[in-house]
Every structure is written in structure tokens, then in C-alpha cells.
T-cell receptor
Framework: DAMVIQNPRYQVTQFGKPVTLSCSQT?????MYWYQQKSSQAPKLLFH???????NEADTPDNFQSRRPNTSFCFLDIRSPGLGDAAMYLC????????????FGPGTRLTVT | KQEVTQIPAALSVPEGENLVLNCSFT??????LQWFRQDPGKGLTSLLL???SQREQTSGRLNASLDKSSGRSTLYIAASQPGDSATYLC??????????WGAGTKLIIKP
């Protein structure tokens, strides 16, 4: 089945220690998104890639970076995690920008100690 | 600026009842509206997508309606089951090809 995969499902990191979250997709979609979701809140878009074009949301902290080495993979790097960065990180894909239907992965729960 | 609101934040109903979840938005110039389901600690599952030109969409026991002029959408769940317990989120597509999200309604179906 075509799908969106996120690894790991649970990640524990120490305050200030860089961490990378991974997302892969078999849907061959052009657009990949990273969202941050805190408890009982709506997902917050951090950035997205349309093919290789990177689009950062204005209020996304510089501490968050992303890489998309190819169509299938996208990474979220948190350079110096703070306690406030503990959250669920969701990866999503869509066929193109005009196709609003987004397909989500299972998420990675990040804990910062 | 588009704002999406879901009321109530939580809802508990007995099994077998029909129920309605509400979503309202402030700017009627939307491209579409999508309903998602989220189980605890899990990702999001798309339930229904309604284009701006449509009035409703149906999938099994779910029916979503859209009234752009009043800025409202409803998700109707027929014959609720304990397995329907989850958080339901709505999101509207805006002119920047982004989804604007509500905070969700946490639904509990009591056996």
C-alpha cells in the first residue's frame, strides 16, 4: 500500500542535543509538509517542500531545519531542542499544491529531557 | 485572517446515537474543507474532503456538509460506535494552498 512512513515513532532527546526525524513516502507526491502538534492543539505548519523548493513559515523558529534529498524522503532537524519543542511531529504529502488533500504519517512523538 | 473554530471541545454520547460535530470559519472564501480523525498518539486520517462548489460528501456512516455563506460545516455520524471515539479536526484550504485548522472535538462514545 502506498503510504507515508515516519521514523522513529518515539524519540527522546536531551535538552540542546540535535535530533533528526525522518519521513518517507511511496505516493510519489510532489509536496511534503512538516507539522508540529502540541497536546490538544491543532497542527501547526512548520514548512513544506514543493519538489525541491523549500517554503518556510514566517513564524517557524530558526532552530528547525529541513532537508529533502529526493522525492521520497524528507527530514526535520532540530538543532538545539528546548523543552518547549516536545510535541508530536507530523509529516504529510499531497500530489501538488492545488490538491489540498493531504496524507499523513503516524507521527513522531518527541520528548525532551 | 481565516480562523477555524470547533465547538464543543469535547463530547460524550451513548453508543448508537446519531451525532453532529461542528466547524465554523470566519472567511467564506475557502477552496475546500477537510475532516480528519486522530486517535490518541497517532497521526491524522482524512475522512472527507468537500470542495467549495459542493454541499456535502458521504462516506459510510459519515456525512459532511458545507455552507460557505454561513461559514459552517458539520460532520454527521450515524449510529455511533465505541470505535468512533477519537478527536475530529476540520481544516479549510485557503488561497495560499495551506490548510487552516480547528483545534478539534474530542469524541467519546460510551458502550
Amino acid at each position: 500500500d502506498a503510504m507515508v512512513i515516519q521514523n522513529p515513532r518515539y524519540q527522546v532527546t536531551q535538552f540542546g542535543k540535535p535530533v533528526t526525524l525522518s519521513c518517507s513516502q511511496t505516493l510519489n507526491h510532489n509536496v511534503m509538509y512538516w507539522y508540529q502538534q502540541k497536546s490538544s492543539q491543532a497542527p501547526k505548519l512548520l514548512f513544506h517542500y514543493y519538489d525541491k523548493d523549500f517554503n518556510n513559515e514566517a513564524d517557524t523558529p530558526d532552530n528547525f531545519q529541513s532537508r529533502r534529498p529526493n522525492t521520497s524522503f524528507c527530514f526535520l532537524d532540530i538543532r538545539s531542542p528546548g523543552l518547549g519543542d516536545a510535541a508530536m511531529y507530523l509529516c504529510a504529502t499531497s500530489r501538488d499544491m492545488a490538491s489540498y488533500e493531504q496524507y499523513f504519517g503516524p507521527g513522531t512523538r518527541l520528548t525532551v529531557t | 485572517k481565516q480562523e477555524v473554530t470547533q465547538i464543543p471541545a469535547a463530547l460524550s454520547v451513548p453508543e448508537g446515537e446519531n451525532l453532529v460535530l461542528n466547524c465554523s470559519f470566519t472567511d467564506s472564501a475557502i477552496y475546500n474543507l477537510q475532516w480528519f480523525r486522530q486517535d490518541p498518539g497517532k497521526g491524522l486520517t482524512s475522512l472527507l474532503l468537500i470542495q467549495s462548489s459542493q454541499r456535502e460528501q458521504t462516506s459510510g456512516r459519515l456525512n459532511a456538509s458545507l455552507d460557505k455563506s454561513s461559514g459552517r460545516s458539520t460532520l454527521y455520524i450515524a449510529a455511533s460506535q465505541p470505535g468512533d471515539s477519537a478527536t475530529y479536526l476540520c481544516a479549510v484550504g485557503d488561497s495560499n494552498y495551506q490548510l487552516i485548522w480547528g483545534a478539534g472535538t474530542k469524541l467519546i462514545i460510551k458502550p
